[in-house]
């Protein structure tokens, strides 16, 4: 079973020439995906890692922070591929304790 999904993208901060992949582990061991607020949680640790890879923190003018928001979609988007086979993972090891 899986105990880390990662929240991976290619970031490029406005201000640095160069992209970068970061990558952030959201655990999931310890949650119940077969629960409505085991997926709840889930989907609001993805959302926590995408802001931290995201987030140049601080004041910053508007179009940094459309950039910043324009990471975090797509690295939400990058990691539902992972969820759905930690859910699935999830989903045969249920099955199989039947």
Same mark, same amino acid.
């Given at each position: 079973? *899986?105990? *880390?999904?990662?929240?991976?993208?290619?970031?490029?901060?406005?201000?640095?020439?160069?992209? &970068?992949?970061?990558?952030?582990?959201?655990?999931?061991?310890?949650?119940?995906?077969?629960s409505p607020a085991g997926l709840a949680?889930?989907?609001? %640790?993805?959302? %926590?890692?995408?802001?931290?890879?995201? &987030?140049?923190?601080?004041?910053?003018?508007?179009? &940094?922070?459309?950039?910043?928001?324009?990471?975090?979609?797509?690295?939400?988007?990058? /990691?539902?591929g992972e969820r759905e086979a930690v859910? /699935?993972?999830?989903?045969?090891?249920?099955?199989?304790?039947?």
């Amino acid at each position: 079973m *899986f105990k *880390f999904l990662v929240v991976a993208l290619l970031a490029a901060a406005p201000v640095m020439a160069q992209a &970068e992949i970061v990558t952030r582990n959201v655990r999931v061991a310890d949650l119940d995906l077969r629960s409505p607020a085991g997926l709840a949680e889930l989907d609001r %640790r993805i959302d %926590r890692a995408a802001r931290q890879v995201c &987030e140049t923190g601080g004041v910053k003018p508007i179009w &940094e922070h459309r950039i910043a928001e324009t990471c975090r979609t797509g690295a939400v988007a990058g /990691a539902m591929g992972e969820r759905e086979a930690v859910l /699935a993972a999830a989903q045969t090891t249920r099955l199989a304790a039947r």
